[in-house]
């Protein structure tokens, strides 16, 4: 958890994020965790402008959220509201398994490998030492949570050649598959900016072929990405990723879809840890960016969930089933 001089990859400051706060039942400050929690705690000691560092929490906040973790905000007795007393935490309970989940003894043997390695990983030298800091902080640790397996975000094969196109001012080309469609479209586009939102990354364009911005979806890449040997038409600027995720921001606001969940279920799990999930008649109401791609989630629970609305998602989920029926007979 605690922070050295090197680089930090993402997803090892999420995963000593979920851990820090698994490990504690009173919850961390924004403080604790900053001055604690690797990925935040050499830029919190350098004592600069702490505005962007704070701003990367509430980010990471969200996207623990979206993935489904059960994070919780607690108020300060008497501060409701002020967020420098609020405190954050994951109550193990809600970070487990559904009960009807089981394993052969394979695969627990499996399991018990992996938890191993992580285990080892996650009690580094630089955990050893946050986790010493925590406890000197009046923090309780406990121990079971150590060597908790994350899930690891991975990164599309499109992304290191498309941040090598925005570096470099290069227009490239690319098949892209619209939902839908049964062949991929070739693009030819300006690339503008890589962007991180619900859990997936988009890549904002100009798109040369239509003369037009567009936002792109990195896992609908089913090519390789190649060099035109034409310079951009358009080039990059400060402002281009607030931009966009303002727009997906306000997409996610807008598109939405209400399901009925068995309780108890991974779904239930899931979906009602979901950042923006409202409980409504008849079951949740979720919130999304793409209405495709959250089809192929609820079609990944089966008969946990049945869709109410909108009637092209139900549709889409039927869909998927379908095919499954009939590649399998």
């Not at 090892?12 to 820090?20: D, P, Y």
């Not at 966009?244 to 306000?250: M, N, P, S």
């Amino acid at each position: 958890m605690a922070d050295s001089p090197r680089k930090v990859p993402v997803e090892e400051r999420l995963f000593s994020l979920v851990l820090a706060l698994l490990a504690t039942e009173q919850g961390l400050t924004k403080a604790e965790i900053l001055s604690t929690v690797t990925g935040y705690a050499h830029r919190y000691a350098d004592r600069g402008d702490r505005a962007n560092l704070e701003r990367q929490f509430e980010r990471d906040k969200e996207e623990l959220r979206d993935l489904g973790v059960p994070l919780e905000t607690l108020d300060a007795p008497g501060a409701d509201g002020d967020t420098k007393l609020q405190r954050y935490r994951i109550p193990p309970d809600r970070y487990q398994l559904p009960d009807d989940i089981a394993f052969s003894p394979e695969e627990y043997a499996l399991l018990r490998l992996a938890g191993q390695v992580w285990r080892e990983g996650s009690l580094s030298a630089d955990a050893r030492r946050a986790l010493t800091k925590l406890q000197a902080l009046g923090v309780r640790i406990d121990d079971t949570v150590i060597g908790f397996a994350p899930s690891i975000r991975t990164r599309d094969a499109a992304h290191e050649p498309l941040q090598a196109a925005i570096d470099r001012g290069q227009q490239v080309t690319f098949p892209y598959l619209k939902p839908g469609l049964d062949a991929a479209e070739q693009r030819v586009v300006s690339p503008l900016a890589l962007v991180f939102h619900e859990g997936r990354w988009h890549l904002h364009a100009h798109d040369d072929g239509v003369d037009a911005p567009r936002t792109f979806l990195l896992r609908r890449i089913v090519g390789p990405v190649a060099l035109t040997g034409g310079v951009a038409s358009r080039r990059t600027d400060a402002e281009v990723t607030v931009r966009v995720l303002d727009e997906l921001a306000r997409v996610w606001q807008q598109t939405t879809a209400t399901v009925r969940v068995r309780p108890g279920s991974e779904a239930d799990v899931v979906l009602r840890n979901r950042r923006g999930t409202e409980e409504v008649e008849g079951g949740l109401l979720v919130h999304t960016t793409d209405l495709d791609i959250l089809a192929d989630e609820l079609a990944a629970f089966g008969a946990d969930v049945v869709v109410i609305a909108p009637t092209a998602l139900r549709d889409a989920v039927l869909a998927r089933w379908q095919r499954v029926v009939t590649a399998h007979g």
